[in-house]
């Protein structure tokens, strides 16, 4: 590789991570923000919490590398075209494998690297994720560590605690059990205690009582006790018991050969099928989308043109083409017709903007269209550049106006 090379790679893999830990970063905290009610009501501890939003970053990345390259590859371009380092490059008679050939080995390691994370790394992350939410919501007391506020843990069971110290000793136990459709349950105790015991997790309940209505006469009959012990695995929701895991949260060998006995794949078949081929298919957009860069920014332009132009060609063209495929993957789910056409799309993309390529077609926007653009986009820098330079020469404008 010549230094030229070098030097744009250099340019693309310094943009590339900068918008891709952007874009991650971002993601991360939309998702964290999604679920930290939960995960602090629940009263984890700042480790916990640490712990499940790391297991989130994986899956992110996947998604975002193929637009952060695209980013990357035509603002690094666009930016040289716009400094008329491309005229210079092509002048000096090098040829175009000079400016394509970086790119697409950037591109390949890209792919590479996001079907690892996808296929090896991510799916880990996501079980680890799922079992972390339902060992959270397992823990019934934490549940209700909001004091003096009814929850609901399930349909008819009700809970609610007065205070609970530092030690996880409980004061003022209340609750309610309407599941039984023959007997209401309310139980009411001064003092309690979270015990484990083996598998199991009692609460044990100290000074109190249990009030058993029959429903259908309405009689009460109320037992008073000095110590009675429940199963915290009574007050839990059926679907919480268990940790689900789905298609999408499978490595790629348990999509290449799922256990039969596996309920989800009993129910759905199809999704591990579909979800298989978009695991064999999402890993080539990377090279997809950096053909699409290169069709639409590697060759010089007018300096109208190359700033918004080939920026906004690819990136439309890669937002069309990862809807296409997105919403063919939701489809494949549903219907096994679609599944080939995840593998057909993405080559017949790359071999239009390969062609695009070797015949020297320049994709973008109209002039007229690219004018549109400039004229809207140099408005509200114009504005910003003046209200900056107010800011930083407030003397600059009281001199004009007594002049």
Not at 54 to 76: D, G, H, K, R
Not at 214 to 219: E, F, N, P, R, Y
Not at 347 to 370: C, D, E, F, H, W
Request: proline share 5%.
């Amino acid at each position: 590789m010549r230094l030229i090379e070098y030097y744009i790679l250099r340019r693309i893999v310094v943009m590339f991570l900068a918008v891709l830990l952007s874009a991650v970063g971002i993601t991360w905290i939309v998702q964290v923000l999604g679920r930290i009610n939960f995960l602090t009501t629940s009263g984890q501890s700042f480790f916990y919490i640490l712990k499940f939003s790391s297991n989130l970053l994986p899956a992110a990345f996947p998604v975002v590398m193929p637009f952060a390259l695209v980013i990357a590859v035509t603002q690094t371009l666009s930016t040289m075209n716009q400094d008329s380092e491309l005229v210079v490059i092509n002048a000096s008679g090098a040829p175009r494998s000079t400016v394509i050939r970086p790119v697409l080995l950037f591109a390949v390691l890209v792919a590479g690297l996001s079907f690892v994370i996808a296929n090896f790394i991510a799916p880990y992350s996501q079980m680890s994720m799922r079992q972390m939410l339902a060992d959270a919501r397992s823990d019934v007391i934490n549940l209700v560590v909001q004091q003096g506020s009814f929850q609901r843990l399930d349909k008819d069971l009700y809970l609610q605690i007065e205070s609970r110290d530092a030690n996880g000793a409980i004061k003022g136990l209340f609750v309610s059990d309407s599941r039984d459709p023959v007997t209401d349950l309310l139980y009411y105790s001064k003092d309690g205690l979270v015990v484990d015991k083996g598998n199991q997790s009692l609460l044990v309940m100290k000074d109190g009582e249990i009030d058993r209505r029959d429903v259908k006469t309405g009689d009460v009959s109320i037992i008073k006790f000095n110590t009675y012990a429940l199963d915290l695995a009574e007050f839990l929701p059926s679907d919480d018991k268990d940790v689900t895991i789905f298609p999408k949260d499978r490595p790629l060998n348990y999509l290449m050969n799922p256990d039969p006995n596996d309920t989800v794949y009993q129910q759905k078949p199809l999704r591990y099928t579909s979800e298989l081929a978009k695991r064999l298919t999402d890993w080539m957009y990377p090279i997809v989308f950096a053909f699409i860069s290169l069709a639409a920014a590697a060759d010089s332009r007018s300096h109208r043109e190359a700033r918004i132009s080939a920026s906004f060609t690819a990136i439309t063209l890669s937002l069309i083409v990862f809807w296409i495929s997105y919403s063919s993957g939701q489809a494949s789910e549903k219907n096994e017709n679609v599944i080939p056409f995840l593998f057909v799309f993405p080559i017949l993309v790359t071999l239009s903007a390969i062609y695009a390529l070797a015949t020297n077609r320049q994709i973008g926007m109209p002039a007229k269209l690219a004018d549109f653009f400039k004229n809207g986009f140099s408005s509200p820098q114009a504005a910003l550049a003046g209200v900056r330079t107010k800011l930083l020469n407030p003397r600059s404008g009281r001199g004009a106006r007594d002049e």
